[in-house]
């Protein structure tokens, strides 16, 4: 599976973007997948997930409430709206399996929350 994300930006406090991260090959669909990202200086971490049928989702508490994860299998595709983005939401966002398969790490897309 190759993952490619799309979508980041440079956006003011309060603003939204939507993320997408389109894949290629047959083994989206079966899988459990999330929207990683990494700060500056900082480790990456697991910020949401879904189930491979999309009928079930989680969230980190630093985004919940404002950050909504979907795909959709046909289109092989899955999206994070985030609103209300703060500057702390300034990160390279990534997406992969929920066990952050090594090899399907993409180069991620860059997302700048200015104040």
């Known amino acids: 599976v190759q993952l490619v994300e799309s979508g980041g930006g440079l956006v003011q406090a309060g603003g939204s973007l939507r993320l997408s991260c389109a894949a290629s090959?047959?083994?989206?669909?079966?899988?459990?997948m999330g929207w990683y990202r990494q700060a500056p200086g900082k480790q990456r971490e697991l910020v949401a997930t879904?189930?491979?049928?999309?009928?079930?989702?989680n969230y980190a508490y630093s985004v919940k409430g404002r950050f909504t994860i979907s795909r959709d299998n046909a289109k092989n595709t899955m999206y994070l709206q985030m609103n209300s983005l703060k500057p702390e939401d300034t990160a390279v966002y990534y997406c992969?399996?929920?066990?952050?398969?090594?090899?399907?790490w993409g180069q991620g897309t860059q997302v700048t929350v200015s104040s």
């Open positions: 992969n399996t929920v066990l952050g398969t090594p090899d399907y």
């Open positions: 090959g047959s083994r989206f669909s079966v899988n459990a």
């Open positions: 879904i189930t491979s049928g999309g009928g079930s989702t």
